[in-house]
């Protein structure tokens, strides 16, 4: 069991500092933690190494998607976690509809956060990506921009936001000196952000972290920026649906840095002025890319009809029934979704059990089922109620 849950604290702090998040979008991603722990979900599983072994670590077995994935996974995986809970006399979770709303706010959001970044990894990338061609870091060396004044900034964005203000500068020297500027993939900004860290000579023990970054802002800057005139009115470049920002910030910059020259280049083409990022901005544009890439469950009330029949719940929520089961139009009223998904899986217990006694199985339940479900069940106790 872990020892010291406040660990997980420290991880996500050491990212981010402390949070502002906008009103509209999640409030605050982190406050689903709170859940994560009490309902001893920690004790299982880790985040990124940091809590339980049982079940999958949330920060390598990255789960990205909405809360209807989110019930879908925990009720299909339930059979085993009850056994390990029965053996480990784990209390079963419960939730309330917010409480369920903010766990899966929490869980989407470590995805953004990424993996720490690797130092001997970080080493390598700066003489393989030719950085070390014109830059020095760890002490001067004559003729190279010393990188050493970036360690006070823990965040990889910042590293990312910093080159990407400087692109034009560094791609006329590289033209002049014959070298082709490098793209990123994977976690490569993270592991360049802690070698300069690390290796840097500067004495200062000052850190400045990096906002999460607030979806509306960044939806501001989005327009601001440009990147709505050739995004989306006058599309010269691709329609970012396409595009899949559900990734870690790490990753996404990546994404933004490798087309800064193709940009650039539009740019100059149709007379618009190349857009620099100055504080939390980069962190605030890539955080509204994020957010309108979360994958979208699909469903329908009228397929939930069915399968309220196909999946059993009819043979228990019927008029007259002798579990003394609700009928659809008395289910409920729920206040979202969330509110439902929490009731459903709240009563998962007491179901398993009747089935149990007429040797059945609860049914398996994939994301767009559980939201069809949703659909028909709010339909009919709004039309009941
Ligand atoms: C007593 C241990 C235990 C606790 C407590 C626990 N889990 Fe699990 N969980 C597991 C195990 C074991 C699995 C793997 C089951 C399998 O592979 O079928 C799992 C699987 C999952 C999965 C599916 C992951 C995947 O993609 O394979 C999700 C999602 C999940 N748990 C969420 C939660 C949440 C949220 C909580 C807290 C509310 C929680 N679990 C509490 C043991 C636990
Ligand atoms: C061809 C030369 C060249 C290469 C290769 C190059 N840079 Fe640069 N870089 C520059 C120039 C020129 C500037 C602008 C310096 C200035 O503003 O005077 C710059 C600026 C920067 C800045 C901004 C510095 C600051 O103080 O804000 C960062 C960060 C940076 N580079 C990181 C990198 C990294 C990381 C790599 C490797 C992935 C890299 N550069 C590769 C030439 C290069
Ligand atoms: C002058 C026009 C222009 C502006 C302004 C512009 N883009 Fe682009 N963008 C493009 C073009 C052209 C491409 C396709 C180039 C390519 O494939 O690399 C593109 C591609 C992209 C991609 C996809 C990259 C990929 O890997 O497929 C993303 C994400 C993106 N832009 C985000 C932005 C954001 C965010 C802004 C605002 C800071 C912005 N763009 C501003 C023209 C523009
Ligand atoms: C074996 C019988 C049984 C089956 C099958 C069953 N339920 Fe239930 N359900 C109940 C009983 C009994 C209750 C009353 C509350 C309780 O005992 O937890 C209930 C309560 C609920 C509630 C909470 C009601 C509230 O107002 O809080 C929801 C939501 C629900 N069921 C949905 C479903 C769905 C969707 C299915 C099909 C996937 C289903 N049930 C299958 C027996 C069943």
Redesign the pocket.
């Known amino acids: 069991m872990l020892k010291n849950p406040l660990l997980l604290v420290a991880f996500i702090f050491f990212f981010l500092g402390s949070s502002a998040w906008s009103q509209q979008l999640p409030k605050n991603p982190l406050e689903g933690r709170i859940v994560f722990e009490k309902e001893g979900c920690l004790s299982c599983h880790a985040v990124n190494g940091t809590g339980g072994t049982t079940g999958p670590d949330f920060g390598k077995q990255i789960f990205s998607g909405d809360n209807y994935d989110l019930l879908s996974e925990m009720w299909n995986h339930s059979e085993k976690m009850l056994l390990v809970m029965a053996r480990t006399r784990t209390k079963r979770p419960s939730f309330t509809g917010q409480d369920f709303r903010e766990l899966g706010e929490f869980l989407y959001f470590i995805r953004y956060l990424g993996q720490p970044g690797n130092i001997s990894a970080g080493k390598r990338?700066?003489a393989g990506?030719?950085?070390i061609?014109?830059?020095s870091v760890g002490g001067a060396v004559p003729g190279k921009?010393a990188?050493d004044?970036?360690k006070i900034y823990v965040s990889p964005v910042h590293?990312a936001q910093?080159?990407w203000?400087?692109s034009n500068?560094?791609r006329?020297?590289?033209v002049r000196?014959g070298?082709k500027?490098?793209t990123f993939s994977d976690n490569e900004f993270a592991d360049?952000t802690a070698y300069?860290r690390a290796a840097s000579s500067l004495k200062s023990e000052e850190r400045i972290y990096s906002y999460p970054g607030s979806p509306t802002l960044g939806e501001k800057l989005f327009k601001e920026k440009g990147c709505y005139y050739c995004h989306v009115e006058k599309p010269v470049g691709p329609n970012l649906d396409r595009i899949n920002t559900n990734e870690s910030v790490t990753r996404i910059a990546g994404i933004m840095w490798n087309h800064s020259g193709k940009m650039e280049a539009a740019m100059k083409t149709m007379k618009q002025p190349y857009p620099s990022f100055s504080g939390n901005e980069m962190a605030d544009l890539i955080s509204y890319l994020y957010f309108r890439g979360t994958p979208k469950t699909a469903g329908s009330a009228k397929l939930g009809e069915q399968l309220f029949k196909q999946k059993g719940c009819e043979s228990c929520h019927e008029a007259g029934n002798r579990f003394n089961a609700p009928t659809v139009d008395r289910l409920g009223p729920f206040h979202d979704k969330d509110d439902f998904l929490a009731a459903l899986w709240n009563h998962a217990p007491r179901m398993e059990e009747l089935l149990l006694a007429k040797g059945k199985k609860p049914p398996v339940l994939m994301p767009n089922e559980v939201k069809s479900l949703y659909l028909f069940v709010d339909a009919k106790t709004k039309a009941g109620n």
């Open positions: 990338l700066f990506k030719e950085c061609q014109c830059h921009i990188l004044s970036l590293l910093a080159m203000n400087h500068l560094m006329r020297r590289g000196r070298i500027l490098p360049l300069i």
